[in-house]
């Protein structure tokens, strides 16, 4: 599970956010967004190996200021938008037994 300081659009967390091998490879299972968008859960469709595991978060997820994962806060008023795919980030994690 995931906690949120804060909600966030849950078509967004249900497209932004998934879980991985160590290795990059999808995990299959079932998101479930909950608690007035503010927890993020994922069920795997077979259970946890114990392994090192990823939550894969595409850089497209945003608060509701605006800021976006792995985005400065700041910028500079009249530099080019970036216009490149969403870009992922991973946090390595291992299923508690």
Known sequence: ???FPW????????????VTSAGGQ???GTV???AQE????????????NAPHALAILTVLEDPAGNKVGQAFEFE???QPRTADAEQITI???PRS
């Open 1 to 3: 599970m995931v906690r």
């Open 7 to 18: 909600a966030l659009d849950e078509g967004l967390l249900q497209r932004a956010m998934g």
């Open 26 to 28: 999808p995990i299959d």
């Open 32 to 34: 479930a967004v909950r």
């Open 38 to 49: 503010m927890e993020w859960t994922f069920t795997p469709a077979a259970a946890w190996r």
């Open 77 to 79: 008023m009249f530099a």
């Open 92 to 94: 390595l994690f291992r």
